[in-house]
């Protein structure tokens, strides 16, 4: 397998593998300039997120500054609206449904590193993927932790660490997030 192949399979890989050095650089090119394009040039910025997101659906929406390993990685449904300094690590997929809000400095963190320091040391790494699913609003300052799904209309408040997965229909917030309301959604 090649270190992408182990990458996206959730195996530990090589960071460090000039493949993925050259896909990690070339998307900082295009998210370099999505971040430096103004308001007065939305249609030449919409067209470099798409760039970026291979995978976005329609009406999408993000406000720079925005950073990613990848943006293949990241699968979005339609009508998505990122606001400022949002970083997601797309080591592995990293799903976003329909209809979400994503609030300023919300983290999304795919990648992670062995436990054991030898192995740490030793530069390699793996990721877990991350769903998020349709009509979905995460409050700022919130982190999402590898391997974990969000289930359909949930509220994560401001400032959550997200290291478990939730169910559809909850408010969720802390650290370590919990459930501190159910959503009658019917």
Request: hydrophobic share 40%; charged share 20%.
């Amino acid at each position: 397998m090649t270190e992408k192949q182990k990458m996206l399979a959730g195996e530990m890989y090589n960071p460090s593998d000039p493949e993925l050095m050259k896909e990690r650089h070339a998307v900082r090119l295009l998210f370099q300039e999505f971040n430096r394009l103004d308001e007065n040039h939305f249609e030449e910025r919409k067209a470099v997120l798409y760039k970026i997101f291979k995978n976005g659906g329609e009406n999408l929406y993000v406000e720079p500054p925005f950073y990613c390993d990848y943006g293949s990685n990241i699968i979005i449904g339609k009508n998505l609206f990122i606001n400022f300094n949002c970083c997601i690590l797309d080591v592995a997929k990293v799903t976003i449904g329909n209809n979400c809000m994503i609030g300023p400095y919300v983290q999304i963190y795919t990648a992670t590193h062995p436990l054991e320091f030898k192995a740490r040391n030793g530069g390699k790494e793996y990721a877990k993927p991350i769903i998020i699913g349709d009509n979905v609003w995460i409050g700022g300052n919130a982190t999402i932790c590898p391997g974990i799904t969000l289930g359909n209309n949930v509220i994560v408040g401001s400032g959550a660490v997200i290291t478990k997965s939730f169910p559809n229909d909850v408010v969720i917030a802390g650290n370590p997030a919990k459930i501190i309301k159910t959503i009658n959604n019917n």
